[in-house]
Nanobody, 115 residues
Framework: QVQLVESGGGLVQAGGSLRLSCAAS????????MGWYRQPPGKQLELVAD???????NYEDSVKGRFTISRDNAKNTVYLQMSSLKPEDTAVYYC?????????WGQGTQVTVSS
């Protein structure tokens, strides 16, 4: 079992920055891919960015050049540095990870960008 705890969300003005963190804990052998998803109000869940254990990254087009995903394998933690935030980035952000061929989700953290 893996528990994911997210932190770092909040309210920020357009053009501002936030850093999200997601720490994995529990009884597991290894955390493999980690990623961030988001669900804007009234819309479907979408991938924001993900990162393999080896550090290969993938980004949704609208966040390329503004968001950076990284991870610390020793701490089983993934980060999402968000810069140049826009009102359309407003969403609940969820952390997701894979371990032992099972997927786990965090509880979500609200990010609100005011114009």
């Amino acid at each position: 079992q893996v528990q994911l705890v997210e932190s770092g969300g909040g309210l920020v003005q357009a053009g501002g920055s936030l850093r999200l963190s997601c720490a994995a804990s529990g009884n597991f052998f290894m955390i493999n891919a980690m990623g961030w998803y988001r669900q804007p109000p009234g819309k479907q869940l979408e991938l924001v960015a993900d990162i393999t254990r080896g550090g290969s990254t993938n980004y949704e087009d609208s966040v390329k050049g503004r968001f950076t995903i990284s991870r610390d394998n020793a701490k089983n933690t993934v980060y999402l540095q968000m810069s140049s935030l826009k009102p359309e980035d407003t969403a609940v952000y969820y952390c997701k990870t894979e371990s032992g061929r099972r997927f786990y989700w965090g509880q979500g953290t609200q990010v609100t960008v005011s114009s």
